[in-house]
C-alpha cells in the first residue's frame, strides 16, 4: 500500500490549497481515509476523516467551516481542499488509511494502518 500526498505549497493567510493523496495498491471505497497535521514541535493532530464510501465526513473544531475532504473512489484518491487559510495551519500533512476503524477513532493517528509522506503547507501572515 502505498499513499502519495501532494499539493502543499506556501500561501497568504486568507487563500486556499486543495491538498491530493493518491492511494495504491488498495480499494478507496474499503478504508476511512483521513488528514492529520504536525507543526513544528508539536504532536501529530487530526484533521479530518471520511467514511468508505465518501457519505460521511468529519473534522477538527479547528478546520470546520474552512476544510473539506472529499473522496473520488473510482481515482482512489483523496482531497483536502484548505479555505480561509491561516498561520496556524502551518504544517506537514499526511495522508492515512485503515479499513477496520471505528468512528470512534477516526481522529486517532495510531489506530491508522497507512501513511503517505506528507506535504507541507506553510501560511504566510
Partial sequence: VQLQASGGGLVQAGGSLRLSCAASGLTASNYI???????PGKEREFVAAIARRGGNSYYADSVKGR???SKDNARNTVY??????????????????DRFLIQSSYATANAY???G?????TVSS
Fill in 117 to 121: 509522506q506528507g506535504t507541507e503547507v
Fill in 67 to 69: 476544510f473539506t475532504i
Fill in 80 to 97: 483536502l481542499q484548505m479555505n480561509s487559510l491561516k498561520p496556524e495551519d502551518t504544517a506537514v500533512y499526511y495522508c492515512a488509511a
Fill in 113 to 115: 494502518d497507512y501513511w
Fill in 33 to 39: 481515509m483521513g488528514w492529520f497535521r504536525q507543526a
